[in-house]
């Protein structure tokens, strides 16, 4: 993840909707004056070139709103990691970014920390718990197992519980 320092004066070469970074100035010969900043990077995020090195936009946001450098870890609250709104954005410890996360992609229940257990012909919750796996229960039913997982979820997550 790219953290370089955001320069004190990119406020004077962008500005901020409360969407979107555009240009202030004009960066021949791009013709960039008055155009979004930036492009979207192979991870997904918004960022932007400036003085030859790249700024992750959500970053940049956070400086020019708050005055301040952006904390080590920001989490988008929805999950969009386009929308850079200021009220999408939340300093985060890395344990809390990791709570905020959706379904993987490989689940194949889906239902986040809900897998089929073989053995049993069952459904199994399981989630990491303070860096440990922890299992939740063996259920006949993936409804039970889900609203385990929702409530377990709830509990230790707090506020930056995702259920997927």
């Not at 953290?3 to 960066?27: A, C, H, Q, S």
């Not at 990077?41 to 959500?58: A, D, P, Q, T, V």
């Not at 969009?80 to 200021?86: E, F, G, K, T």
């Not at 440990?132 to 506020?159: P, S």
């Amino acid at each position: 993840m790219n953290r370089n320092k955001i320069p004190e004066d990119i406020g004077d070469y962008v500005r901020y909707d409360g969407k979107n970074l555009y240009w202030t100035v004009d960066r021949k010969p791009y013709k960039s004056l008055g155009k979004i900043s930036g492009n979207v990077s192979e991870n997904g995020y918004m960022r932007l070139m400036f003085r030859g090195k790249k700024y992750l936009s959500h970053r940049v946001i956070w400086f020019l709103v708050n005055k301040e450098q952006p904390p080590e870890y920001l989490d988008h609250i929805n999950n969009d990691r386009l929308d850079n709104r200021i009220e999408n954005l939340r300093a985060v410890s890395s344990k809390q970014n990791t709570y905020n996360t959706v379904l993987n992609i490989k689940n194949t229940s889906g239902v986040k920390g809900v897998s089929w257990h073989k053995h049993t012909g069952k459904w199994q919750a399981r989630m990491r718990i303070n860096d440990k796996e922890q299992y939740l229960g063996i259920f006949d039913n993936i409804e039970d197992a889900e609203r385990v997982m929702k409530e377990t979820r709830e509990k230790i997550h707090g506020e930056y519980a995702n259920h997927g």
